[in-house]
């Protein structure tokens, strides 16, 4: 199997994610440092412009969204897929995930921005409330908010936990990427929100999962510069499948665009496409840095575009 190299810096919650699938999966990687904000001139050459983080890279092959790397991982390697999603979890442990994505972390990151407001630097302020809360956002309406936000946070963790109750204790039980995408909210809310550890408290087994595997996957096997992951990128070929294989009106090597569905300010990343299945969308990217890339995104949370049109 090719080297796992993880474009990442250490304080991304969603990074945090994916190195805990990782350690999960029990699978080596390496780790390629970004920066926090763009520009990012060593990444965007290898994901035609997608801007977020993590990016994971397999030779010649890239994939964005947390998901979509989760899948990717397994994928890769039969023992790994067992780890991540051992007998029937699969499904239930994505569909976990994307609802923590969705409905937890848009009210953490909320609260937690809103809380920085006055720390953090303004840059990063700008941009994350930009990329989160999209045009219009204002640092007042934020403070109106933030009431209504913790309650609702209360809420959804109190689901979660409910959920995690269910499962059963987590030495018991085989744990799965919907208990890293647990882990993952839990390590945000604990590390950023001032009031972090007491909206976690009456949650022992949220705890618990997040306990468990905090510590996974934080010790890459080397780590590699932005110039040595693109020139790898470079000497290598994507290895990917190419088609069609789910019922759509796309065609192979027609241009597309993608961005992620809800209002952010993402750019849209255009390339030709190269592979469409119901769970994956892949195009073919070149650029003189890397050469020719295939650059993969997740369908569900993704809006695709060819020309002026929404695809079905």
Known sequence: MSELLLHHYWPSPFAQKTRMALGLADLAWTSVEIPRVPPKPLLMPLTAGYRRTPVLQIGADVYCDTHNIALALAASDKDAAERLFPGDTRGEALVVAEWIDQALFPLAVRMVMTESLQTAPADFIQDRCDLYFGP?????????????????????????????????????????????????????????????????????????????????????????????????????????????????????????????????????????????????????????????????????????????????
């Open 136 to 312: 219009g956002w204002t640092r007042e309406g934020l403070r109106a908010d933030l009431p209504g936000v913790t309650l609702q946070l209360e809420a959804a963790l109190l689901r979660l936990e409910s959920w995690l109750s269910g499962a059963g204790p987590c030495e018991q039980r085989s744990l799965n990427y919907g208990d890293v995408a647990a882990a993952f909210i839990a390590w945000f809310v604990r590390g950023r929100a001032r009031r972090g550890a007491e909206l976690l408290n009456g949650h022992p087994h949220l705890c618990a999962v997040e306990a468990a595997l905090g510590a996974l996957g934080q010790t890459p096997t080397r780590s590699l510069t932005g110039e040595e992951a693109l020139a790898v990128a470079y000497r290598a070929q994507p290895q990917t499948p190419t088609g069609i294989a789910t019922d759509s009106d796309l065609v192979t090597g027609e241009a597309i665009g993608i961005r992620p569905y809800h209002g952010h300010t993402d750019p849209e990343v255009t390339g030709a496409l190269r592979c469409l299945t119901p769970e994956r969308v892949s195009i073919d990217h070149h650029h003189p840095d890397v050469g020719d890339v295939a650059v993969h995104f997740p369908v569900a949370g993704y809006q695709i575009r060819a020309g002026n049109r929404a695809c079905s």
